[in-house]
């Protein structure tokens, strides 16, 4: 069963910094030779929302809404996937989850094509 944790959430002032955290049970995402790793948020009275995707073919995939602030990244010999969050903005308040899948080469951004969800991490961004 693999798990996920994030990490990384808190409290910052609009035009902050905060990088999330995504660590995987054991050495699944180090050795997984197909696997992508998403990015998800959801903030109260809203549904879930696609972020950003990394696939391990190196494609990615941002929502409009982050593109150029957000950048999502792996590293390997720690079994971690990040989300560099830059330029925050009030409307980035929510609960960002992490989720996996190891059958496909291509990021998605639908939940259901993703099997694997972390438990969640709030990030709140002050005005």
């Known amino acids: 069963q693999v798990q996920l944790v994030e990490s990384g959430g808190g409290l910052v002032q609009a035009g902050g910094s905060l990088r999330l955290s995504c660590a995987a049970s054991?050495?699944?995402?180090?050795?997984?030779?197909?696997?992508?790793v998403a990015w998800f948020r959801q903030a109260p009275r809203k549904e879930r929302e696609f972020v950003a995707a990394?696939?391990?073919?190196?494609?990615?995939d941002y929502a409009d809404s982050v593109k150029g602030r957000f950048t999502i990244s792996r590293n390997n010999a720690k079994n971690t996937v990040y989300l560099q969050m830059d330029s925050l903005k009030p409307e980035d308040t929510a609960v960002y989850y992490c989720?996996?899948?190891?059958?496909?080469?291509?990021?998605?951004?639908?939940?259901?094509?993703?099997?694997?969800w972390g438990q969640g991490t709030q990030v709140t961004v002050s005005s």
């Open positions: 054991a050495h699944t995402f180090s050795s997984a030779t197909v696997a992508t």
């Open positions: 990394l696939a391990w073919s190196g494609n990615t």
């Open positions: 989720a996996a899948r190891f059958t496909s080469r291509s990021p998605g951004r639908e939940t259901y094509e993703y099997d694997y």
